[in-house]
């Protein structure tokens, strides 16, 4: 990605957690537990977490595959990846890894995650790059692994859903507006057992699908 976007987002990661907590209403991580939980990680498993942010969900992951598991967390933002690593500190987490990378450009083998998560940051995907990234996702997830998206439902609020939208444009192109009513259908031209859970609150969803 651009210069220009990743240093937009260098400077974002610093107000990133209070951003995304205000809108979810997710102060004690329920949200993020219910993504980890639909994963159907095991003990031991692999799993990868795109667009990582500032690593609020490798540390839910990591208790799903525990310490002969492995989390890697990806983000292409340098300023969210030392957020991220903080976090992991703080924590003692020792089974997360992180890597600075581009999700359409995924620097793994084939086949070695059980499954891929993606938190709020799918919609900040450019269109193109979004296909691209889905691909990548099926080709480094194994066979009978899931991807699991959580993102924001439109907020009912007239004034909220109005700055939505604004992110939505800003960040993810023209068509982004249109790509909502579509991602059910984009997630079955990729992936089977496709299903869509808003969760408590109203305020967010989760879209999973698996590799066959």
């Known amino acids: ?12 990661s610093k107000v990133y957690d209070r951003i995304i907590e205000l809108h979810s209403h ?11 939980d639909r994963t159907g990680l095991k003990p031991g498993d692999k799993s990868l977490d795109i667009c990582t942010g500032t690593g609020a969900v490798p540390p ?27 976090k992991i500190s703080t924590n003692s987490l020792e089974n997360i890894v992180l890597v600075q990378g581009e999700a359409q450009h995924l620097p793994f083998k084939a086949g070695i995650f059980s499954a891929v998560t993606c938190s709020h940051a799918f919609y900040e995907l450019k269109g193109e790059i979004r296909e691209e990234a889905l691909m990548e996702i099926r080709r480094v997830c194994q066979s009978k ?3 699991c998206m959580m993102e924001h439902e439109v907020p009912k609020k007239r004034v909220i859903r109005f700055l939505f939208y604004i992110r939505m444009l800003v960040a993810g192109g023209l068509r982004s507006r249109a790509f909502l009513s579509q991602e059910t259908d984009l997630f079955r031209n990729h992936f089977s057992e496709v299903k869509k859970d808003i969760l408590p609150g109203g305020n967010t969803k989760v879209i999973c699908g698996t590799i066959e």
């Open 26 to 36: 997710d102060p004690q991580g329920r949200l993020r537990r219910a993504l980890a």
């Open 145 to 147: 692994g899931r991807f």
């Open 1 to 12: 990605m651009g210069s220009f976007r990743r240093s937009y987002y260098n400077m974002f």
């Open 60 to 86: 839910v992951l990591a208790k799903k595959v525990g310490n002969k598991g492995l989390v890697v967390g990806l983000d292409f933002s340098k300023g969210m990846l030392q957020k991220a690593s903080k």
